[in-house]
């Protein structure tokens, strides 16, 4: 009998858990569109999946304009393997971008990987 009362007890409070969670759910909903926290976090998002700029790219790898393919090399192999051990595999994956995007812009000058 007490093990039935138990599990009607648990059911019925989760069923009230739920309910609460989802009108919270709702409300944080709610004022986030009220204040435009909604279209700031989907800029943000549509901004990230954007291609990376050239400028972008010199600022990640601390480069200048001036710097040679052998040079760009070099601070990817420093900074990639600097990500690697610390484990922030978010700004390995940028330096990695980086060099991607720079490598279109010196490829047509004949750089070589």
Not at 6 to 35: D, P, W
Not at 48 to 74: D, F, H, P, Y
Not at 81 to 91: D, R
Request: net charge positive.
């Amino acid at each position: 009998m007490a093990a039935k009362l138990l599990a009607n007890l648990l059911i019925m409070g989760s069923g009230i858990l739920g309910r609460a969670v989802f009108q919270a759910y709702r409300k944080a909903i709610e004022n986030a569109n009220k204040t435009g926290v909604a279209h700031e976090a989907i800029n943000n998002i549509r901004r990230a999946s954007k291609v990376m700029t050239e400028q972008e790219a010199r600022q990640i790898l601390g480069i200048g304009e001036q710097s040679t393919w052998e040079e760009i090399l070099q601070k990817y192999d420093i900074l990639f393997e600097k990500n690697a051990k610390s484990g922030s595999f978010y700004l390995q994956s940028k330096v990695h971008h980086a060099k991607q995007c720079l490598e279109a812009v010196y490829q047509p000058k004949g750089g070589t990987n």
